[in-house]
């Protein structure tokens, strides 16, 4: 059975650090990309970065360029988020997805929840 | 504000059809393929519809995928009531280099 499982989420205080983490399991991990998507409390689906199966493409929205590292180890099947200089608006559900074959995002864990406040 | 334009709310009575519109641009929607994810209150997106109008196994027939120049729809007909959600739209666009979502609609089955 594919899964992916987020972990690390928590709060922090506005400009500190988290790494969130997501495990795979269920399928070959070095052959798929991943993405992490967030969603603010009551809002909709916000897009974070994108990492390709051997980390030779990564992409980041806007909002997170230069504040957060997108980064994989495929020995042990596991991604990573690193956020720095956090801000309030950075509280969110975070999610990773495996990237099908088309890019859809075809396989999303349950969500870690960061927040970010004083 | 989203990239991809979607109406905030839907709705419709067990048995009818409902069409979701999402409005793009020639960078997303009309460069590349539109996916449709589900989202149930309370738990993680689930993937409906992917390359405009395909289904992953297990999703009902009653959802279909249509996509047109810088717009798609997404149809769901013989409404239920577990169809209850919050419905996206997304799509790579070339010019951000990123994934894109529409705004959302919320679907209610009256």
């Known amino acids: 059975e594919v899964q992916v499982v987020e972990s690390g989420g928590g709060l922090v205080k506005p400009g500190g650090s988290l790494r969130l983490s997501c495990a795979a399991s269920?399928?070959?991990?070095?052959?798929?990309?991943i993405n992490w998507v967030r969603q603010a409390p009551g809002k909709g689906l916000e897009w974070v970065s994108a990492?390709?199966?051997?980390?030779?493409?990564?992409y980041y929205a806007g909002s997170v360029k230069g504040r957060f590292t997108v980064s994989r180890d495929n020995a042990k099947n596991s991604l990573y988020l690193q956020m720095n200089s956090l801000r309030v608006e950075d509280t969110a559900v975070y999610y990773c997805?495996?990237?099908?074959?088309?890019?859809?995002?075809?396989?999303w864990g349950q969500g870690t929840l960061v927040t970010v406040s004083s | 504000q989203s990239v991809l334009t979607q109406p905030p709310s839907a709705s419709g009575t067990p048995g009818q059809r409902v069409t979701i519109s999402c409005s793009g641009s020639?960078?997303?929607?009309?460069?590349?393929?539109v996916n449709w994810y589900q989202q149930v209150p309370g738990t993680a997106p689930k993937l409906l519809i992917y390359?405009?109008?395909q289904r992953p196994s297990g999703v009902p027939d009653r959802f279909s995928g249509s996509h047109s120049g810088t717009s798609a729809s997404l149809a769901i007909s013989g409404l239920q009531s577990e169809d209850e959600a919050d419905y996206y739209c997304?799509?790579?666009?070339?010019?951000?280099?990123?994934?894109?979502f529409g705004g959302g609609t919320k679907l209610t089955v009256l």
């Open positions: 390359r405009n109008n």
């Open positions: 020639t960078s997303n929607i009309e460069s590349n393929t």
């Open positions: 269920g399928f070959i991990f070095s052959n798929y990309g």
């Open positions: 990492i390709s199966s051997g980390s030779t493409y990564i």
């Open positions: 997304a799509a790579w666009d070339d010019r951000l280099d990123g994934v894109v």
């Open positions: 997805a495996r990237v099908g074959q088309f890019g859809e995002l075809d396989y």
